[in-house]
Structure formats: C-alpha cells, structure tokens
C-alpha cells in the first residue's frame, strides 16, 4: 500500500496499473489480486489505512491535555513533520473526489481524517477563549479557515516549487496567532 500510495499520489489513478505496483514491490501481479479484489479496491483500502495512520497522530494531539498554545503548536508541528505523506493524501483525495462512484468507508475515512483535524484546532481554541488567552472568536469557523488554507499550502508547494512549505505554515500559524490576538508567536519565533 506504500507504494501505491507513492503512485496513486504522483500519477493519475487510470495512469497506475497493478502491474506497475507488482513490479516495484518485486512480486507477481497476480499477488495483488490474492489480497485485494481489484484496483479501485487497493486504492480504497491504501486510502482508509493512510487516513488512519494520519489519525492516530492526531488523536495523540487530542489526547494532550493542558495549554491551549502548546497543543496549536504541536499542532503545526505535526503537520510539517507529516507534510511529505500528507501531501500525497490530498492530492489523491483531490484526484478521488472527482465524479467515479465511490465507497462509503473512503468518504467516511476522508470526513473522519478531516473532522478529527478540525476538532483538535478547534478544541485547542475555544480552551484558549476560555481561560482568556485568545479574543473570543468562533472557534469552529477558525479551525475550518486553517484547514482549508493548509490544503491550500499543499496543493500550493505541489504545483510550485519555490513554496517553502514549512515557511507557509509557519506564516499560517502568524495568521492564526493574531485573529486570535495572541502574541506567542513574537514569543516562540
């Protein structure tokens, strides 16, 4: 599943063949076959076990308790660290959610991957407001424009390359820091 992953990420989904897999993991195609149904079915499954992988490192920010700060920027962090393999998800996942009929659990891995992201910021930020340390805002309609602008830094650094990721987020979190009207960043940079 790695390595499709890799292919699925850097080629089109029609372009990728079982037998392109088969060859670069240095077994028979028809193995492939021996494990999974077809094709789209490699590809459902390669996408639901990447998205969970994903997810069990976010749970781990969720389940960090404490400062509302410290787990935004853990947070970033693991994002950046994830970059190279979260990079691929969204381009696949933008690739996927063209018009071809798709299974219920791979929606619901992609919601799932995308809720859990969303309500880790968001939790991180209405705690913030809480204890005072953030102006009060919708914590939720934040954590929806961070995430929809980290797709945007991928998809960005994807068909650029002088986008220096790890400088975009670190932009990203500035813009963060001061709609929340928190100077940590002046603090931590």
Do not use: C
Not at 96 to 112: F, H, V
């Amino acid at each position: 599943m790695t390595v499709a992953l890799d292919l699925f990420a850097e080629k089109d989904y029609a372009a990728v063949t079982t037998t392109e897999i088969a060859r670069l993991i240095g077994v028979r195609h028809s193995l492939i076959y021996y494990y999974f149904d077809s094709k789209d079915a490699l590809f459902h499954q390669t996408i639901e076990n990447f998205v969970h992988e994903t997810l069990s490192n976010y749970e781990l920010i969720g389940k960090k308790g404490g400062d509302p700060i410290e787990r935004i920027e853990f947070w970033f962090e693991n994002n950046i660290e994830l970059s190279r393999t979260l990079r691929k998800l969204i381009k696949i996942v933008f690739d996927y959610s063209g018009p071809k009929s798709r299974p219920l659990s791979t929606d619901k891995a992609i919601k799932e991957f995308y809720s859990m992201e969303r309500g880790i910021l968001s939790s991180a930020i209405a705690d913030g407001v809480a204890a005072a340390e953030f102006t009060h805002v919708d914590a939720d309609e934040i954590a929806a424009f961070v995430s929809t602008h980290i797709d945007g830094i991928f998809f960005s650094s994807m068909m650029r390359a002088e986008v220096d990721l790890a400088a975009s987020m670190q932009r990203l979190k500035n813009v963060l820091w001061d709609m929340l009207g928190h100077d940590a960043h002046r603090k931590l940079d």
